[in-house]
Each structure stands twice: as structure tokens, then as C-alpha cells.
Nanobody, 124 residues
Framework: QVQLVESGGGLVQAGGSLRLSCASS????????MSWFRQAPGKEREFVAG????????YYGNSVKGRFTISRDNAKNTVSLQMNSLKPEDTAVYYC?????????????????WGQGTQVTVSS
């Protein structure tokens, strides 16, 4: 049984930082692209950041570039998202997702597995 479990969400003031983590089980983690998406009320699910198993380079959505950093630990089967300089518009449910692909893809339907999500709220 595949499980992706996110943690680390919460309430933070604008300008603050949070670190999200996602622990995976039931998949060969090192064979999957791991990404973070987010979804705010009334909006579509948005690609935030992804990291390939081919290279450890991250790729970021334009709205978070320069503020967020994605990393993965293949030995621990975890992926993390360090979020700095948070803004109220970053408020959303953040989801961890796994894609059995050699390349990072930005569309949510491409992803095979999803976590349950963790709420991030940034107050102004």
C-alpha cells in the first residue's frame, strides 16, 4: 500500500518560514519524481516545486521561485519543501505527489500518488 504523509503545515506570519516534509512508503522512492502542489479555496491545484530522481535539481513554479527550496533524501524516502519569505497568497493546502517519470511534469493528472495534504496559512 502506497502512502505519502505530509507534515509541517501551520499558521505563520507574512515573512516567516515553514518546512514541509513528506514521508513515503510502498514505492521505490528513488524511481519517482517528487513534487509539491498546492490548492487554495476556489482555485485549481497548482504546481509548486518538483525534484527528479535523475538529478537532484529542483524546478519551481514562478510564484515561489527564489523563496522555496525542494530537497529529497532517497535513503529516508522523504521530500521536503523549505518555504521562506511567506506571503498571504501562499495560503493553501499543500500536497506531496509522486510521478513514475524521468522528467518533472507540471500537470496534476500525471501524478500517480498523492498525500492527504497539509494546511499552510500565512497571516498578513
Amino acid at each position: 500500500q502506497v502512502q505519502l504523509v505530509e507534515s509541517g503545515g501551520g499558521l505563520v506570519q507574512a515573512g516567516g518560514s515553514l518546512r514541509l516534509s513528506c514521508a513515503s512508503s510502498g514505492i521505490t522512492f528513488s524511481n519517482y519524481v517528487m513534487s509539491w502542489f498546492r490548492q487554495a479555496p476556489g482555485k485549481e491545484r497548482e504546481f509548486v516545486a518538483g525534484i527528479s530522481w535523475v538529478s537532484n535539481n529542483g524546478y519551481y513554479g514562478n510564484s515561489v521561485k527564489g523563496r522555496f527550496t525542494i530537497s529529497r533524501d532517497n535513503a529516508k524516502n522523504t521530500v521536503s519543501l523549505q518555504m521562506n519569505s511567506l506571503k498571504p497568497e501562499d495560503t493553501a493546502v499543500y500536497y506531496c505527489a509522486a510521478d513514475n517519470s524521468p522528467a518533472i511534469r507540471f500537470a496534476a493528472p500525471n501524478y500517480d500518488y498523492w498525500g492527504q495534504g497539509t494546511q499552510v496559512t500565512v497571516s498578513s
